[in-house]
Each structure stands twice: as structure tokens, then as C-alpha cells.
């Protein structure tokens, strides 16, 4: 149960690569905590999932340790494109390892990914669709499409997939045609449709992550929900809200409201202004003032 959308834009500071999704993980019940956007071992590239579970998180596994055992492809010597053919064959190679399912159709991968990243030696963003061919019963990968001269890819549920498609394509009708440019149009449409809450195949905050064209990649804590008072809103990292002690390494905090990112304060200072006494503490506190 998932929607991932992934897409360029070209910003006065340069061209670069948004990847966002949904947090919901279902199985007999809905757990709107999950990861779906990592990191692969090399700074400049990052993969989505959707679809099982029972597939997803063990391949992405699979990924991250194939990257992350050789110097080569970790330091980025094998560039991003190689690397892309090398990552699609070990899945189809990890495939020969599964034996006794218990029952035939539990041998084949219901998920699909987006690869996504930076090619220094093309000099340019690659974006892959990766999904399993069931009739020649290996994974394959597919180009983004091109809209208004920026890829874009979407993976995940029919109904949420295909709402947001509609929905660019409409504002694309409404805002030039020829001439019209992505923008942040897939991240504010994509969170009009997750907050709506029409969809139960999606849920929980968005995940919001970047990769640029230096080849670094950066997961941003986002504002949730937008439908609440700003002072009532948390921040959401990777589907998990932030504990009181949590601080992010960097001060930028996505806010769906406006489709920007935000300076966060996260000092010590500000943590403390901005912290609730305990109850317990402040009854005691009371009566201290009292006496």
C-alpha cells in the first residue's frame, strides 16, 4: 500500500531530483510508520518501494549490502549507470535462491521500485521504474517519461497512482501546456490526495528526500498534518515522528502547506522554550511558588 513519486526540477541554484512518499505499511492492519525512501550505500543515488513487504525489505537489504561490500561501487567509482545494471542484475540473481514456497505464486515479486540518482560520467539525473516481468520472470527497468522537460516517475497503488497522475496532468492543462514546468506541482498534489484521506491504500506523514547534482542526497523532516493549527503540527522524518530529544543534522523541515522548506530551529534553546513540563513537575513546581 504505497505512492511514490519521483521527479527533476530546476531551481535558480540548479537542477535537482525530489523523491516523496507515503508512510502506511498494511498486512491485516495499517502501521503508518514505515520507511520507503533509503539510501544505497552511495551518496548519490537513493531507491523507493512499493508493493510486499515480504519482498521489499529484504531486497532493498540486498542492495544496500551489494553496495556497501566494494569499494568500487560504494566510493562511486563504477558511475550510477553501470551500478544501475550491475544492482538490477544481483535481484534477478537473488531470485534463484528462493526455495519450498508454499504455493507458486509466493516465488513471484509483487513490488516494484524507483531508482533514482545522479550520474556524474552522463551528467544528468537517472530515474528508473524497476518492476518484475512475470513472463520472463526477471526484473526489469524503465525510463522516466518526460513532462515539461523534467522526468517523472510514479509507483504504488492504482487508485492514489493514478489520482495524482491526473491531477499533474490537469494542472499541466491549467498552467501553459507547452510551457509548462513541474515545479513542486507532484509534491503539492501528491499531499493534497494523502491528506485528503479518500485513499486507504496510503497514509501517515510524507517522506521527503533530495538527491543534487554534487552527488549528496538529504532526507527532510516534514510538517504534519497541515490540516491542524501550526503550533499543533509535529515533524515527521522517514514516516517516524520526532521524540523531544531527536534533532535532525541539518535545519530544513518541508512544510506541505506551502511546498517550501523551512529554517527549523532545533538549539538547545529552543527545544527548552518549546518543551512541556511534565505535569507531576509543574504541580510540584506550583506549590513550591505556594509556600
Known sequence: MTLVATWTRTSQMGSELWIMSDSRLSGGKYWDYGPKIFSIGRSDALIAFAGETAWTYPLIAQISSYVESFVNLRERVIDLADAYELIIQMLNE????????????LKVPDCSFIF?????????????RITFNTKRHQFEGFAARKLGGELISLIGDEAPRTALARRISERRKTGGGIGFKLGMV???????????????????????????????QTHFGVYWPPDVPTEEQRIYLRGR??????????????????????WHDFSPDARRKNSVMPSELADFQGLKLAQ
Open 186 to 216: 507532484p509534491a503539492e498534489e501528491f499531499c493534497e490526495i494523502l491528506s485528503s484521506k479518500k485513499f486507504t491504500d496510503i497514509g501517515g506523514a510524507p517522506q521527503v528526500a533530495k538527491v543534487y547534482q554534487n552527488m549528496s
Open 94 to 105: 537473488s531470485l534463484a535462491f528462493i526455495s519450498k514456497p508454499a504455493h507458486p505464486s
Open 241 to 262: 515522528r520526532l521524540g523531544k530529544y531527536d534533532v535532525l543534522d541539518h535545519p530544513w523541515v518541508y512544510d506541505p502547506s506551502y511546498a517550501k522548506l523551512f
Open 116 to 128: 533514482a540518482g545522479f550520474s556524474s560520467r552522463r551528467k544528468d539525473f537517472i530515474v528508473r
